[in-house]
């Protein structure tokens, strides 16, 4: 059993969800907070957050197993792991979960008053930001190319 090396969140920041481990989108975020939670840094991150968990039930995989994968595995190893633990899914089911999640919009009102209050914060300038992928991405210093509005 070997130990990874977990970044430190109280530092930096994990990879965007837009980065893809596996075919999947979030997981290598995912990974990078459940090792830092391990490692004692995960700073203001949650593991599992309300985003990993809705991973995790696409994957049908449980929390705390995750965890101690990603804490044991480097980032193939953990994609190994998936491949033997997770539901099985097709391309195109994995394709349509990485479309639905990266494109996520506030689902209430009260979702969509602390959106707005984050994207006020973090870039007021950027009504074309709707999703909070991107929202988290643009709070965490990546550039988000501009969105075009739909009418």
């Known amino acids: 059993m070997m130990k990874v090396s977990a970044l ?13 481990l596996g ?12 090792r830092a939670k391990a490692a004692g840094r995960l700073g203001e991150y949650i593991y599992p957050c309300p985003l ?6 696409f994957l049908g995989v449980n929390a705390d197993a995750f965890l101690r994968t990603a804490t044991e595995q480097d980032d193939s190893g953990v ?4 491949r033997r633990n997770a539901k099985i899914h097709t391309p ?3 394709d349509a979960w990485n479309r639905e999640f ?7 009102e009260e979702s969509r008053q602390r959106f707005l209050k984050t994207r006020e914060r973090v870039a007021p ?9 991107d929202l988290l991405d643009l709070e965490e ?3 988000v190319p501009q969105r075009t509005l739909r009418a």
Do not use: C
């Open 23 to 34: 075919g999947y989108a979030h997981l290598a975020r995912m990974t990078d907070k459940a």
């Open 102 to 108: 990266l494109s996520r919009t506030p689902q209430n």
């Open 79 to 82: 994609v190994e792991w998936i």
């Open 125 to 133: 300038n950027r009504t074309d930001i709707t999703s909070w992928i």
């Open 92 to 94: 195109e089911q994995i």
């Open 141 to 143: 210093g990546r550039e």
């Open 52 to 57: 990993d968990q809705g991973l995790l039930e």
């Open 8 to 20: 430190d969140l109280t530092k930096q920041f994990p990879r965007s969800p837009h980065e893809k």
